[in-house]
């Protein structure tokens, strides 16, 4: 299936592992040209090198997002490199600093982050005519999870933001949508150090997957790849739960 990614514009931040740099590989594979961040320049670089293989545009970049007041500035000059921007996806987030329970890396990480990411770009994807925003939530915004937590909570302000958003934005032709994947595994990230130094809760974790494993980094990006698309050019204001059924509640 054409997705009808080739030559666009894809912003995406914390881009170097995990689902971003799932997300990445599929929309470079696609044709599309690619902007993206991460705090670290060695993955950064090999993140360019695999990227640029598909022949597209590639800029990545060391940043920092505790840098906050130049962020807006990283994502203005990355779109006029570019020369544009359609899509843009926020994944930077506190779960990838190990900072779920800090309230205040929590709001900027997650919710501030992707605010003011909107904000900076709209000026980009209202001249696009395959806009597209993907708010990266979670199912611990959804459902009881864990404990009470910032990263919980900020996840579950970014649904109703994005849903608002999508309203406010549609007439100017930009999709607004949400992805909440449920418990995903990846080399290195959180459910990896869980399975090593909490193996019991890891297992009982997994005995709640009705399709019996957890998801992996590709198994979410798939699908937010397509929701991004011209593929899925009728979706906006919608969450799409990406878990292995892992969540119990009906959703009408």
């Known amino acids: 299936m054409d997705l009808g990614l080739k030559g666009l514009k894809v912003i995406v931040t914390g881009g170097s592992r995990g689902i971003g740099r799932a997300a990445l590989e599929i929309f470079a594979a696609e044709g599309a040209d690619i902007g993206f961040f991460s705090r670290n320049q060695a993955q950064v670089d090999e993140t360019i090198a695999s990227l640029s293989r598909h022949g597209g545009k590639v800029i990545g970049e060391s940043f920092d997002l505790t840098d906050f007041d130049n962020y807006p500035a990283w994502l203005v000059k990355t779109a006029d490199a570019l020369g ?14 190990q900072l779920t329970g800090d309230w205040e890396a929590a709001f900027k990480y997650d919710v501030l982050g992707t605010v ?3 904000e900076a770009l709209e ?3 209202a001249k696009s005519p395959h806009a597209a925003i993907v708010m990266m939530a979670s199912t611990a915004a959804t459902e009881t999870f864990l404990v009470p ?4 909570a900020m996840k579950a302000a970014l649904l109703t933001y994005s849903k608002q ?13 949400a992805v909440s994947p449920g418990p995903i595994y990846f080399p290195g990230g959180n459910w990896d150090t869980v399975k090593q130094q909490m193996p019991d809760f890891y297992a009982a974790t997994k005995a709640q997957m009705a399709l019996g ?38 959703q009408f």
């Open 84 to 97: 544009g921007c359609d899509i843009f996806i926020h994944g930077a987030s506190s779960s990838g600093s």
């Open 116 to 118: 003011k990411g909107c």
């Open 123 to 125: 000026p980009y994807l």
């Open 149 to 152: 937590q910032a990263f919980n």
């Open 165 to 177: 958003l999508s309203q406010a934005w549609g007439p100017k032709g930009i999709r607004v949508n």
């Open 213 to 250: 494993r957890f998801g992996v980094a590709e198994d979410v990006a798939r699908t937010l790849v397509f929701l991004a698309s011209p593929a899925s050019s009728y979706t906006t204001g919608t969450n799409v739960v990406i878990d292995g059924g892992y969540t119990k509640r009906v």
